[in-house]
């Protein structure tokens, strides 16, 4: 049977180890999600995770942005996050781009008070530097809203993962 098929029939344990680490850090919303069984494909399931994203308060949505890691930098990742990062290549950067990401993430986090986030995925380590560069300049609103789509980007590829395992 496959997960798709079975999403209904998973007890709790198994429901939060699958869907709790598909936002970084941030298990509630699965704990939340499990209030909107049945599902009625993995669409539904998508659908009502990201609506209980979306409708999160201000508060608590920066609280997700910034329970992620520092691109490059940071040694503590989660299971998806090195993945993620591994496979852009993060983890092999020159003195020069290391100390690069060092900068910018120190002065994004001082000026946007969260962690600089993108969906790495498909990218490698010079877009996502570019990126990075780019976007340290918009203002705080503006880098909000983008930090809060990446987020959501980044639950799809990894639910995306999850569904075709």
Same mark, same amino acid.
């Given at each position: 049977m496959s997960l798709e098929n079975d999403l209904n029939n998973l007890n709790r344990d198994k429901f939060i180890?699958?869907?709790?680490v598909i936002f970084e850090k941030t298990q509630w919303?699965?704990?939340?999600?499990?209030?909107?069984?049945?599902? =009625?494909? *993995?669409?539904?399931?998508?659908?009502?995770?990201?609506?209980i994203y979306e409708t999160t308060e201000k508060n608590k949505v920066?609280?997700?942005l910034r329970s992620h890691p520092k691109l490059a930098v940071e040694k503590n990742l989660t299971k998806y996050s090195s993945e993620e990062?591994?496979?852009?290549?993060?983890?092999?950067c020159t003195d020069e781009q290391y100390e690069e990401f060092k900068m910018l993430n120190f002065k994004y986090e001082k000026k946007f008070g969260f962690p600089f986030i993108i969906a790495? =995925?498909? *990218?490698?380590?010079?877009?996502?530097l570019n990126n990075f560069r780019q976007r340290i300049n918009n203002d705080v609103e503006l880098e909000f809203k983008e930090a809060k789509s990446q987020?959501?980007?980044?639950?799809?590829?990894?639910?995306?993962?999850i569904f075709t395992k």
């Open positions: 180890s699958l869907f709790g919303i699965a704990e939340k999600l499990l209030e909107h069984k049945p599902f =009625k494909d *993995k669409e539904d399931l998508i659908n009502k995770m990201f609506l920066l609280d997700i990062q591994s496979r852009a290549n993060l983890k092999n790495v =995925k498909g *990218k490698d380590k010079i877009e996502i987020v959501k980007k980044i639950a799809l590829f990894r639910l995306n993962e």
